[in-house]
């Protein structure tokens, strides 16, 4: 869910390569950000069976660039909750902060 209320979803999409698979989380946020929706609300994910599953770590990294306290909750089908937070999922995440140019010192010409 973006922040004005706009809800994205996503599915996770297979590949026999298994690094080229998409998941739901990336999915659903690539869509709401091509859609011009820069600022994520919450995320929802539900699994089918099992136990309710936090986002993998590739969605954890997504999904911090759009906040640092987005709320995560997933569902199972078998009616288990899991509540958390996109910060506790992932401490000291890497983001924009990291990719900033530092200034080059004075008096280095490389």
């Known amino acids: ?6 809800v994205f979803t996503g599915v996770n999409v297979e590949n ?11 999915n659903a946020v690539f ?3 091509g859609e011009g929706r820069r600022k994520i ?3 929802v994910i ?4 099992g136990p309710p599953a ?7 990294q997504v999904i911090s660039e759009f906040g640092s306290d987005i709320p995560i909750t997933s569902y199972s089908s078998n009616g288990r ?5 996109i910060r506790t999922l992932l401490p000291s995440a ?11 010192p004075k008096g280095r010409n490389s």
């Open 1 to 6: 869910m973006t922040e004005n209320g706009d």
């Open 16 to 26: 026999a390569s298994y690094g080229l698979t998409v998941c739901a989380e990336r």
């Open 31 to 33: 869509k709401a950000v």
């Open 41 to 43: 609300r919450a995320v």
């Open 46 to 49: 539900v699994t089918g069976r």
């Open 54 to 60: 936090p986002p993998c770590g590739a969605c954890r």
């Open 81 to 85: 909750v899991l509540r958390s937070n």
């Open 94 to 104: 890497f983001g924009g902060k990291q990719l900033h140019r530092r200034s080059k």
